[in-house]
Nanobody
Framework: QVQLVESGGGLVQPGGSARLSCAAS????????MSWYRQAPGKERELVAW????????NYGASVKDRFTISRDNAKNTLYLQMNSLKPEDTAVYSC????????????????WGQGTQVTVFS
């Protein structure tokens, strides 16, 4: 049974940092590309960042580039998202997804989702 469990969300002041984790089980983590998505109230789900199965390739959404860093530890079956210089507009539920990296340097989400963790950036 595939399980993705996010943690690390909470309340953060603008300009602050937070680190999200996504613990994976029930599938061969190292064979999947992984990603973080977020969804704010009243908005569509947004792809934040993705990373290839071995970690060599990463890609970021324009709104988080140079502030967020995606990484993974295949030995621990865990995905991370380091978020720095947080802004109120980063407030959202963040979810991880196990998906596929394609040779055209794109990411395709699968149906494997975590339940999400809330990040609230408040002043």
């Amino acid at each position: 049974q595939v399980q993705l469990v996010e943690s690390g969300g909470g309340l953060v002041q603008p300009g602050g940092s937070a680190r999200l984790s996504c613990a994976a089980s029930g599938f061969t983590f190292s064979r999947y590309a992984m990603s973080w998505y977020r969804q704010a109230p009243g908005k569509e789900r947004e792809l934040v960042a993705w990373i290839s199965s071995g970690g060599a390739r990463t890609n970021y959404g324009a709104s988080v580039k140079d502030r967020f860093t995606i990484s993974r530890d295949n030995a621990k079956n865990t995905l991370y998202l380091q978020m720095n210089s947080l802004k109120p507009e980063d407030t959202a539920v963040y979810s991880c997804n196990a998906g596929y990296y394609h040779s055209d340097d794109s990411y395709q989400a699968s149906d494997y989702w975590g339940q999400g963790t809330q990040v609230t950036v408040f002043s």
